[in-house]
């Protein structure tokens, strides 16, 4: 069931959108060579606290995860691109850090993600992390009244094809609003013109990855982060969209 929001509900959401947008901004200045990722799993803990928000993630069950998730950021390195469980291991020159966040403020919730490269760049990273960077943004350009789900799916999937890379279709966008995930389904790959038509109070998070050299994942052994199944390095970008009368309203980005 597909949920419209009128727009002073919007306005909420983008009060969440705010702080989303704040935190991995925060965490972005904070993924340094040596920083452990339980240290920045306790940031955003304290910065939910003081904020009086709620955490997504903390206690969430899907049936694609293993028991209750028990952190409130998805940190995930190198081959690793989603759903990454903090571990105690420090950053290393080079890394490459996916950071994804979802936080309900009085009821209303915003999802987004970033990648980070720790140090040093190795320019096939950047090249990789940018891709998933032009995905978004043509995804969000043509999420406009009238369009399709497809015409998003099919956009993600222009831009990776014309880097090189292979899509998976397993995991990808989603609808949310008052709950984190909500319909519809939006994949990285897709045909225009087809699947559910955009309509004016539809809120979405639109959400791009991708692998270097292969479309196929596997999951740890401990039932959460996904990787990739060859190896190959990882990158994620995301940001909640609202479908509005004059187009895309991107409601993660910083005040």
Known sequence: MVELKTPAEIERMRVTGQFVAD?????????????????????VRR?????????????????????PFRNT???????????GLPFDY???DGDVLTMDLAVSIDGWVADAASTVIVGTADAEDLRL?????????????????????GDLSAAIA??????????????????????????????????????????PGLTIAIEPWF????????????GWTIRSADGSRTAHSEHTVAITEDGPRILTLAA
């Open 90 to 92: 420090p950053l290393c």
């Open 211 to 222: 692998a270097r050299t292969t479309d196929r994942i596997v999951t740890d052994p401990d």
């Open 158 to 199: 222009a831009v990776a094809h014309a880097h090189g890379y292979p899509v998976n279709t397993q995991f990808g966008g989603h609808g949310l609003g008052r709950t984190m995930h909500e319909d519809p389904h939006i994949p990285n790959a897709g045909r225009p013109g087809r699947g559910f038509p955009l309509r």
């Open 129 to 149: 992390v940018r891709a998933t960077e032009e995905a978004l943004a043509a995804a969000v350009a043509a999420a406009r009244p009238g369009a399709r789900i």
């Open 47 to 67: 910065r939910i606290a003081d904020r009086g928000a709620t955490s997504c993630y903390w206690d969430y069950a899907p049936s694609f995860g293993s028991g």
């Open 73 to 83: 950021v998805c940190l995930s390195v190198n081959d690793a691109v989603l759903h």
């Open 23 to 43: 935190v991995l901004a925060d965490l972005r200045e904070r993924a340094r060579v040596g920083v452990n990722l339980l240290e920045l799993e306790q940031h």
